[in-house]
């Protein structure tokens, strides 16, 4: 968490004043992986962008699936 960052609502309401179509948010990265493994098909690629600090909840979200 950084004072700095923005929440979820609002990066949501940002991506889709200027992209329109479906933006989904989640509470937590492990939430947000399982939102992403759900709705991708067998050939779709799961991309994954972040801080180092993030890095490290999503490998340890992924060790539990």
């Known amino acids: ?7 979820g609502q609002e990066l949501q309401e940002l ?3 200027i992209y329109g179509g479906e933006c989904q948010t989640a509470h937590t990265v492990k939430e ?6 759900k709705r991708a098909d067998a050939e ?3 991309c ?9 909840e999503v490998r340890s979200a992924l060790e539990i699936m």
């Open 48 to 56: 994954i962008c972040g801080t180092l600090y993030m890095m490290r």
């Open 15 to 17: 991506i889709l004043s």
């Open 32 to 37: 947000a992986i399982s939102m992403a493994v």
């Open 44 to 46: 779709d690629v799961i």
């Open 1 to 7: 968490n950084n004072d700095r960052a923005m929440s």
